[in-house]
């Protein structure tokens, strides 16, 4: 979309269009073009809608019902941030008292709108023009909210009177291909942190693969995940880290309630824990505690043991219910890893359906199962991974879901 078809979008026939168009489906876009068309809509506004109905119905992830008054760039939905992670970065600047913010870059304005709907004021900027424009529409009923176009990284933070700033830096180039080097983001990770001198309540939103070897040693960077999927990283300054510095995980759990958090405290260092035999259960720990080097916290929690130095899998001999922060599996059967053994078990037992998790193994879940050929009415999951030393499969059951998120 370009700067003329956010133009026709935005007249009172465009944006009703758009919002009366039905949930997106592909397979009905091009009699939907066609149809539009034949009623003598302009062609470039017929492409704006159902590029925007197609990235609103995507958005709905993120934002939920909020994605349907809202308008998007593909890249900017991205990158953009869950309203219940941005609601987490919130929280942080409020905590810490923070009255006004400045989000240096802002892309369509998701964490803005976190920010802004928590009731801090708001200067939201953003280099590009076209996304400066879909970010003053998305924060169109925030008053307290000011989109600027420009580079943040020049904005007189004191005569603003701004005391936090947020950054969520470009991870991806111009073709969409993904950024890890952090000194090639957009701006560069070493001029946002540079930041903090002049306020200390700085938070900046990272790629969740991003290394633990040079990252600030006045930060904590904490690894979120929500629903099981990591979602991102983030590295807090001053005083949006009170706990201190160190590596930390949020857990976020979506219940009939709300979303529910639960925290891994942050620590320097490295977190160690010990190896042992297989027990009775086994636990997979979340991603975002597996990105952040605490899987030797989930042991000691369920007073339990690596099954390997290397490997994220926890064994203990006791479950524990509620506990969230690790996926639990009651250990049915172990044996040594082979493809003719492993065959003969499963289809002695009718198995036809098979989840294979795996770590620490080279085995290829799809062709492992191809492999198999099973063909029976129950269901199994294996866990692939080494046990003492040697490549193994443990046939395991997931606990109930109250043994999980209680």
């Not at 909020?66 to 219940?84: K, V």
Request: charge should be negative; proline fraction near 7%; include cysteine.
């Amino acid at each position: 979309m370009d700067d003329a078809a956010l133009t026709k979008l935005l007249q009172p026939e465009g944006w009703g269009l758009l919002n009366a168009m039905p949930p997106y489906e592909e397979k009905l876009a091009m009699a939907m073009s066609g149809s539009l068309r034949d009623k003598g809509v302009d062609p470039d506004l017929v492409a704006a809608v159902l590029t925007q109905s197609r990235l609103r119905t995507r958005g709905r992830e993120k934002f939920g019902e909020f994605a349907d008054g809202m308008l998007f760039t593909p890249a900017g939905l991205e990158q953009a941030t869950r309203l219940s992670v941005g609601a987490q970065h919130a929280g942080r600047f409020r905590a810490a008292g923070t009255q006004k913010i400045a989000d240096l870059t802002c892309g369509i304005g998701a964490d803005s709108m976190a920010f802004a709907a928590s009731g801090l004021r708001v200067l939201a900027t953003e280099i590009d023009e076209l996304t400066a424009a879909i970010a003053t529409v998305n924060l169109r009923h925030f008053p307290e909210a000011e989109v600027r176009l420009g580079d943040g990284l020049a904005l007189d933070l004191t005569a603003e009177g701004v005391d936090g700033v947020y950054a969520d830096p470009a991870r991806r180039t111009s073709s969409g291909k993904r950024v890890f080097d952090p000194r090639a983001y957009e701006p560069p990770l070493d001029a946002v942190w540079a930041l903090r001198d002049a306020v200390p309540a700085l938070g900046i939103k990272v790629g969740p693969g991003i290394a633990h070897d040079g990252l600030p040693a006045d930060a904590e960077a904490q690894w979120v995940s929500l629903d099981g999927d990591v979602v991102e990283a983030g590295l807090w300054f001053g005083p949006l880290a009170p706990d201190g510095p160190g590596r930390s995980a949020l857990v976020l759990v979506t219940t009939p309630e709300g979303v529910r958090g639960h925290a891994v405290p942050p620590v320097t260092g490295p977190d160690l824990a010990d190896a042992g035999p297989l027990q009775d259960y086994l636990y997979e720990p979340d991603g975002a505690v597996i990105r952040s080097g605490r899987v030797a916290t989930v042991a000691r929690e369920l007073d339990g043991h690596l099954l390997d130095p290397t490997i994220a899998y926890v064994t203990t001999a006791h479950p524990r219910p509620g506990y969230a922060l690790a996926r639990g599996y009651r250990v049915l059967d172990v044996m040594p890893f082979g493809l003719k053994r492993l065959r003969t078990y499963l289809r002695e037992r009718d198995v036809g359906r098979l989840t294979i998790k795996k770590r620490g193994t080279a085995i290829v879940p799809e062709q492992l199962r191809k492999q198999l050929d099973l063909r029976g009415s129950s269901e199994r999951t294996i866990v692939c991974t080494r046990v003492a030393g040697a490549q193994s499969v443990i046939v395991v059951e997931p606990l109930a879901a109250d043994h999980q998120d209680g």
